[in-house]
Nanobody, 124 residues
Framework: QVQLVESGGGLVQAGGSLRLSCVASGRTFSSYAMGWFRQAPGKEREFVAAISGSAGSTRYADSVKGRFTISRDNAKNTVLLQMNSLKPEDTAGYYC?????????????????WGQGTQVTVSS
């Protein structure tokens, strides 16, 4: 069992930055690929970014490529999402998730555990 707790959301002006954190419980954190998804009101949850257990591989949604960076610190059981050049369309609840395998981590079905989410609001 893995428990995930996100933090770092908030209100920011367009063009600003935020860094989201996700802390995981358990001793096997490095064996999981980690991902971030987001869900805006009235929309489906969508993939944002993912990182392999060793941090050797990452992938991003086209909408955030070049603006967001995913990273992890396995010693601290933490995955981060650095978000720069934020836009109003980035406004959403952001969710951290853990997957056994990295290969399909752009899809929700790949993930076994989910956090409760943290809200990001970008004003224009």
């Amino acid at each position: 069992q893995v428990q995930l707790v996100e933090s770092g959301g908030g209100l920011v002006q367009a063009g600003g930055s935020l860094r989201l954190s996700c802390v995981a419980s358990g001793r096997t954190f490095s064996s999981y690929a980690m991902g971030w998804f987001r869900q805006a009101p009235g929309k489906e949850r969508e993939f944002v970014a993912a990182i392999s257990g060793s941090a050797g591989s990452t992938r991003y949604a086209d909408s955030v490529k070049g603006r967001f960076t995913i990273s992890r610190d396995n010693a601290k059981n933490t995955v981060l999402l650095q978000m720069n050049s934020l836009k109003p369309e980035d406004t959403a609840g952001y969710y951290c998730a853990a997957a056994k395998y990295y290969s399909s981590t752009s899809a929700m079905r790949a993930y076994d555990y989910w956090g409760q989410g943290t809200q990001v609001t970008v004003s224009s």
